[in-house]
Nanobody, 127 residues
């Protein structure tokens, strides 16, 4: 599986960006796949942002983004998007698309649960 992330950029605080993750080489709707986004700011650990279960569509969000970010999937295009609204400086980070097939055995917030990662896309929010 290859994950290709796009849509990062620079925006002023209060603005919006939309990230997209396209999956190559895998049919997610045949497995217990979970697709999501993590982010990593300079000097900090990679942290959970949001995930979506490909088959049922259940979503999960970090408390810090709940109500501002929305994750969604397109079954036909095999893409997962992250709509980010009311961005703040604290949202500045490299955002990584990630996926796991076969379900989550531990916590969705742990990067170690995921076995596929995209290359990352930079999001910079100026205050």
């Amino acid at each position: 599986v290859q994950l290709q992330a796009s849509g990062g950029g620079s925006v002023q605080a209060g603005g919006s960006l939309r990230l997209s993750c396209e999956a190559f080489g895998h049919t997610f709707n045949k497995y217990r796949a979970v697709i999501g986004w993590f982010r990593q700011a300079p000097g900090k650990e990679r942290e959970f942002v949001a995930t979506i279960e490909w088959y049922g569509g259940s979503t999960h969000y970090a408390d810090s983004v709940k109500g501002r970010f929305t994750i969604s999937r397109d079954n036909a295009k095999l893409t997962v998007d992250l709509q980010m609204n009311r961005l703040t400086h604290d949202d500045t980070a490299v955002y990584y698309c990630t996926a796991v097939t076969g379900g989550i055995s531990g916590t969705i917030r742990s990067p170690s649960e995921y076995n596929y990662w995209g290359q990352g896309t930079q999001v910079t929010v100026s205050s």
